[in-house]
């Protein structure tokens, strides 16, 4: 099978865990604190990258000119990125996060253009806008509408900035997958980034009542750190080394297209006719952004 078919597969089912993950972990956050929370999560995991080394039986080496440079984007895409992320949303709307988190691409795209080899031609240029502009009618046409009102400013400004920062980890490390496997890679990564998250969280969860805790939450905490982080690192790196960056990023636009089509499969949910709009624009920029 070709390779970049299987990338490419790989990252749509990561886009489904990922439109879930925004309610898993809004709903999570209700009965844990934001830093405990993503210690559970992160504990989880590096338990399960690991685990698939352990299974694999791959062993782990690293160059020794490289350690400094992995751990800067250890701690970049899994300590930055997620506190950011996790305080990001815990501020403001899932629907918000999801459209601001929706502009990785175009800021992929910016810094790949004016820093690295990955150009960004016309045809790639207007396939990112139309993808981003179909993300904005999509949660432009819910219910509440895309508010940003004084109380989620703060929020929607922070996740602006983790998608900033997953964008400068995503196009670093796109050199050192040249010298190391996904697997290695994300291992690597995760347990720099995740052992910093755990320490800095240890006063709050050692006051974390885990009495008060439901088991949903529990399942949320699992579900995030297992599906959404440990395996979405590891598939989000074997793409960007399949498919290149610019690609690969594209994929996060997807992620509130199909919180509408859950949402109208499991729930219901009618979709107004300018998030009919919104689901077109994404899909025919992923199509022009691959070109």
């Known amino acids: 099978m070709n390779r970049n078919l299987v990338a490419e597969s790989c990252l749509l089912c990561i886009v489904f865990v990922w439109a879930l993950n925004f309610s898993v ?14 210690a559970i999560r992160f504990i989880l995991a590096i ?19 490289d350690y400094p440079r992995l751990i800067m ?3 970049l895409g899994s300590l930055v990125y997620q506190v950011l992320f996790i305080y990001g949303i815990n501020f403001t709307f899932s629907a918000n996060a999801a459209v601001m988190l929706g502009t990785i691409p175009i800021w992929v795209s910016l810094l790949s ?31 509440q509408g895309f508010s940003l009102s004084a109380d989620s400013v703060l929020g929607d400004l922070i996740i602006i900035i983790a998608a900033m920062v997953f964008a400068v980890y995503t196009l670093l490390s796109k050199s050192m997958l040249e010298r190391y496997t996904p697997l290695e890679l994300s291992t690597v990564f995760l347990t720099i980034g995740g052992l910093a998250i755990i ?3 240890i006063p709050s969860l050692y006051e974390l009542d885990h009495k008060e805790i439901s088991w949903l939450t529990w399942s949320g905490a699992f ?12 598939v989000w790196n074997y793409g960007i080394k399949q498919v290149g960056a610019l690609r690969t990023s594209t994929y ?25 709009a919104g689901t ?5 920029g992923i199509i022009l952004a691959r070109k």
């Open 25 to 38: 972990v809004k709903f999570s956050l209700n009965e844990i604190d934001p830093l405990s929370f993503n």
């Open 73 to 75: 984007l250890g701690l």
């Open 199 to 201: 320490i800095i969280a």
């Open 252 to 276: 996060q636009n997807l992620v509130p297209v199909l919180g509408i089509a859950l949402g109208f499969i499991l729930l219901g949910e009618r979709l107004m006719i300018i998030q009919y």
């Open 47 to 65: 338990a399960f990258i690991w685990l698939v080394v352990w299974r694999r039986r791959i062993p782990i080496k690293v160059q020794k000119g």
């Open 113 to 143: 253009h004016l820093f690295f080899e990955e150009k960004l031609t016309r045809i790639k240029f207007w396939g990112v806008v139309l993808a981003f502009v179909g993300v904005i009618f999509i949660m432009a046409g819910g219910e």
């Open 223 to 234: 579900y995030s750190g297992v599906f959404s982080i440990g395996l979405a690192y590891l």
């Open 280 to 284: 077109a624009f994404v899909l025919s």
